[in-house]
Structures are given as structure tokens and as C-alpha cells.
């Protein structure tokens, strides 16, 4: 019965992790939204998968306020999110300004708390949802190249940390996945052409992950990895 | 065709989170070894799995040696080995001894040691294998009542970092499961009958999480997790 | 002679930390120019100093650039930061809102990015200077009550570290100081009149600390420290 | 009066940090007693302060013993210790044997618990002590060439958490100084001619450090910090 499928919605949906997460979880049975700043570049994914498709942008809290409830309205209560959010400048003190470091805390952290008062309470009422949060290996620390980016996915991952120790215990399991690794997609292929193909992180494989987390039972939950190309220094 | 099955080792089969994997990775299509101190004990589970059992002192360096030498003669070369050793004595600086601290490093880290040294190797020349590590949220910090234990619990920690690094580039998949929280055990839960179900941690759930990394193809692989009871308080 | 003495800059003085630790610059040796949200409540720290104080309102760019050319103006170029800003809001995601969560990112991260980016190009050009941090145990971690503030205090010490890693080869010390305890004040003491003395952590000690970080020569910088009352518990 | 000096000893005194610790202690106004593997090699540097020396091997329980007995009757109850041992052999999982994983954990860690055991609980009885440890950035994690020297360092660091939170409350101030850096020494500096000078990590910056975390009043004590020349890259 369709109308008994969980709801999924995928928050930052490009060529690479987005996409292929939202493919796996219709695979695994949930009706799936997906968001990104514009929602017309998702029209096909939306066609192939039977979806929804909303314009967010994650810096704006009204503007994830209303893709969520616009998702709500379309296509019912929120079960999952996956906020796979992230842009950020990359670059030194010297060739960031202050609008790069608001947008890497506004869509890394920011968005995410506003999604996150406005879904979370709600998950715990029905006693069950799920948050998985797309992190780096700037979640971790902070390099000169990273100055703003790191900054924007440490406030996120100790946001999730947060949210996770809060809201476990009323049964929503919140997740981080510290991707560490270039991600496999056609344009950085293309960037890269002496690059082996085994050195690019693979979406299905992030997808596979994510999947897993919402897999488990909550008597054993992973609140975060890493995940990595097996050639990967680090 | 069982020969073409892979073979797994489970080092450190007690009632809990070692029988869960055994069992999971018989499931999961493996042949499957279990070694503890004294092979016997598992005599019903080997009946059940049609496995072959091992007795292995981790502590012991020509221990461990041979018990891997008679599982390659009686099942073959190795593909997996689940590493779920680690006994020690809990307890301050005053009532731990030497010897409860060398039994924390030996079991933890230095048959860990041992073993990889054993394998690894040959599991490179085959270019595939696999080494899963359960550690606990000792890996991550010492306490006063765990001044032995989390000693040899963050060696093998920096170990299993050591070998996933340098292994995971030839194609060994090493990760490390942090378990935060209470084993769900028959005597465990004798010991605290008024503890809620849900407060222990789920062997299935364990083994679960293991199979799931033997699953990870190569090009997205996790190298440490967390798993708790959702309303474990961290 | 006045003038060759190096010019320190605190900013966020209230009656603990910040006021200890100009008093200790003072002492040094150093010019101290104090600032804080109201720069008048700092007349009695700038006559006993003979110091220079000025408003600066870290959440506000605007502020913060012209507090530190007042300085420069009134005392000279600023050879020595401390960053004691770090208001934020407690409370749980439910109980703080997107403004509280402004104000912990604006005073932790932001105000000190932009002071960042005003003052260390000048301070590398003159091939000396130094930057300290008054971080927290939310620098390390998210719980539940500090869902905006460990935000805020886990953006501040990446953007730290990118500082501490592009900087220190061009000669400028950037440290961090990780603060564990209660801080004694009056109005702590009198609203806890059962703690006991010894588990308030003294403002004079961070104030050494302090001291001696800016005293380490070059081939021996430390960047992070933590700091905490013998009997607390951590 | 000499008799009311407090009695330092250092162990693991080579030609640079061991040696500069002693002599900083002694001008701080410490009796000293120096130990290595082979006191011979002392002889100068206690000329040099007027203290005693003494062989200590960390690997072996019996001689840590011996040597804290020998430095009580000879110099008087000890106060302070500086735990400055920590060879290792440096090598990947088929190039390291188990001794050398044995010397990592004996030295680093095992020796250092004999001697907490040994003289934590008098220290306490006192009311007051100290214990600092050197630490090394392998005591933070695990990479291919570190395999048995980090797990010996990560051990040492987890024990060393482990005594600080026992001890803390008792009086005894246990910190941990994470070197990192390239030491800066005659023969290090011959083996490496090319090498900028400023890229090499101070023995007096060490030494000025403990000296430092060795006055901090108990009511900001600091645990952990990190050491290094400011052009190191980390």
C-alpha cells in the first residue's frame, strides 16, 4: 500500500551523493522528496523515481520552512531527512570574505537547525524519524584552505552531536557520515583525467551507507563514520 | 560450491557479540572459524554453523599462530578475521597489577598485533581480505576504573589506525566497531533485572554492522563507527 | 620607554576572565587596550591600567573593524590578541532559536574571523603577533543544553586551528585555550554558596596561562591547552 | 634550606629534552635525580646540578622500583616526576617484530604505570605531587611507519588520562606534552644539514613548558597541550 511507505526527503540534491541516495532509499521502498536550490534541475529525477522535487535554499530558514511543509502537504509527514547540504568557499584568512563564512555556517549548520526544530519535534511525537547529515573530513579540523568551510562543518557536526544525544533517547536516530574523499562524479572525472577511478569516492557507496544507517535497529545505532576511497591517504 | 565460499575467522567467541557474528557470517554465506581460550565451549556452535573451532590465548603469541595454522589446514585461507578479544581487568590505579594491565595489552593489542602480522600479508598477496576490530568507548578515553583496560584498548585503537592505513591501499578492508553500551547477555540482564530491554546493547545488531562493512565495496569504506542503545546517555 | 612596549587588545571583558588577563598583560609589560559590548562599564579597569578601552560588538563586522582602528588609532599597532568573546544562549533545541544560535556563531566564529582577517596580515607583515582563544568544553563537544553554543565554540576552534596552521610559519602564535569549570566570580560564589572554593576555576590562573603562552619562543608554540580545577570532573 | 627543596626525578634522560627538563628544574629550585638505561652516561649533567643519578630500565617493573627506591634514600621523598621515556622502533607491520611492539608498550606505558603505582599513592598521602609525561603526536594516531611506537604512545596517553581524573582530585597534577616536532640535536642537526634551523622543536621550550605547567596552582591545571617550532606543518 503506497500511502504506508515512509517519507524520505533529501535535502541537497546534485549529480553525486544526493542523487544516488535518493535512487537507494526508492529503492528501499520510501517515497522520496528531494530538495536543492532549484528544483528544476530535479525534473528528471523526479520522473524517474514517481517523486516530489522543492526549491530550498538552506540559508534561508523560510525557505526551509516552507520546502518543508510544502513536502508535508505534497506528500505527507516526514520520516527521514537526509541533509546532504554544503557548499562552502574554499580558501585561505586572505581569499574569504564574510560571505563565505556565512555560507558554509548557513547551509551546514544553520539550515539544519532550522529543519531541525521544525522536524524533529514532530518525528518524536510519532516516536520514530531519522536525520542523516552529510559531514567531511573538515568536520574534523581546520586547515588554511578550509578556514571557512571547516568552520561551517564543525558547527554542523557538533549541532549533530546535539541533536543526536537529545533526540536519541525519544527515538530518532541522528547520524553523521564524514565523507573523506573526492567524490565520483562526471565533471571531477573530467577535472582529473590521470586520476585512477579507484581514488574517486563512490555515491552508490554513500548511498549504501546511509541506507545502512536507517537499517539499523535502535538498540544499536551509529551516530557517525567516515567513509573513504580504500587508496585514500589519511 | 562451499570451497569457493570465504573463509572467516572470529577470534573471541563468548555468548554475546562473538556467537551473534559467528552466526551472522554463516548467514551471510561465509565458512566460519571461531577461536576463544578454550575451544571446547563452542563445540555446540560449531555443530550448528558446521564450522571448525580453535582454541586461541590471545595473550600468546605461538597461541595465535597455531590456532590460524590449524584453521588454514582444516578450512583454508583466510579472508576475514573478526578480531573480539579483549579481556581485561577493570579497575583504579591501586587495585589493577601488572598483570592485569599486561593482560589488557596483550589481548587487545599485541595478539592483535601478532595475528595481523600472520595474515595481513597473505591476505595482500591475494589482493582482498577483510580485519574487523571491536573496541569500546575505552578506545576513546581512560577513566579512573579503566586505567588498565582503556590502555590497551586505545593501542589497539591506534593499531587498527596503523593497519588500515598501510593495509587498506592493498586492498584489506580494516575497521574498527567502538560498542558504547551494555551487551544484552543472559547474565547481564540477570545481574540488573530492573534495567529497561531497550538500554542494552543488541548482538544482532553488532553483527549486523559487521556484515554490513564486509559488504562495503572497496571505493566507499568506513574505517571506525559508534553503536549504542538509542537511550544510552554519551 | 612607552612606546617600544608591545599593545595588547582584550576583547570581551567582563569581571572574570577578561579583566584578570589584561591586568596580567599589564603587568607583563604590555599597553592593554580592553574592549567590550559597553565600553563604559571598563572605566575603572582603563584608569587603574591606564589603558585605553573601546565598545566593540563581536556579532556586528561593522563594530569590530572599527573598534580595533579606534585602538590603533588611540594607542598603536595591536601586537597581542585574547578573544575572551563567547556569549551564547543554553538550551536545548527546542528551548533556543535561530537567534540564539546567531549570537553563539556571530561572538565565537564570526566577530573573531573578522578580526582575524583586519589583523594578522598585519601582524605577519611586521613578522610578529599573537592570537589567544578562550575556548570551553563545548569546543570539544555537543550535548543536548549546548545545542547553539558548542556550535559556536566547535566553529571558533576550527577556524582556530586554519588560523594556527596558516599563520604561525608567518610568525604569529595563534593558541587556544580550552576552558573546563566554573569560572570564580562574585555572583557565581553567591549563587552557589555549597560549592566548594577549590572546584572554581581562577581567572588568574587562565591569566598566567595566558602569559605563558605568549612567552614561548617561537620553537616551541603550543596551540591548545586545556585548563580546569583540580577537582573537577572531566 | 636544602632539605625543604622538592625533589624532582627525571627518567629518560638523553642529550635533549631529558637534560634541559633537569637543568630547568634545578635553576626553578628542584633537588634532581636523573635516570636512564645507563647512569654512567649521567655523570656529567649531575656534576653539572649536584644531584644523584640512577639506571632505570622502564621495561622492567623491578628496575623502575629499584631506581625510585635508590632516589628516596639517596635524595629524599620525590615530589615531581618527568616520565620522558618512550623509545620505540619505527616501522610497518612486516618490518616491526613483536619485541619492538613490547619495547613501545613497556617503555611508554607499562614502566610509567609501575611508577604511578609506586609513587602516585605517597604523593597523595602528602597531599601534593606531580607527574608529567612526554607525550609525541603519535600518541594521537596511528599511521603505517608508527605501527608499534603510536600504539605505545596512545596507551600512554589513555593511562595518563586515566591517572590525571584518579589523581586530579587528590592532589596530583599528571600532564601530558605532546611533542610535535623534530627535536633539536647535535646529531640531529648533523644528519640533516639542509634543514632550517627554526624547524627544529627547542629542548628549552620544552623545558620551560614543564616548568610552567609545574606552577599552575590547582585551580587551573592543565592536562594536554601540544608543542611545536611554529613553521612545523600539522
Redesign the interface.
Known sequence: MTNTKRIALVVGVGPGLGTATARRLHADGYRVAVASRNAERLAGLVQELGGFAVSIDATD?ASVEAGVAAVEEAVGPIHTVVWNVGGGVFG???TV??DG??LA?GTN??GL??L??RL??QMAERGDGALVITGAT?SL????F???F??????????????A?????K?I?VALVIVDGMV?LPNTRARMPDRAA?S???P???A??VS?LL????????????????????
Open positions: 530558514p585561505t584568512l586572505e570574505d564574510t563564512l556565512d555556517l549548520t544553520r537547525f532550522v531541525a526544530k524533529l519535534p573538515a579540523r581546520g586547515k588554511p578550509t578556514t571557512a571547516a568552520a561551517g562543518k564543525a558547527a554542523q557536526r557538533s549541532l549533530a552531536q546535539s541533536l544525544r537529545e533526540w536519541g533517547p527515538g536516530h565520483d579507484e574517486f569516492l563512490s552508490d557507496g554513500f549504501a551507507t545502512f537499517s539499523q535497529a535502535r538498540n544499536a545505532w551509529t551516530f557517525e563514520l567516515d567513509l573513504r576511497p580504500h587508496v585514500e591517504a589519511w
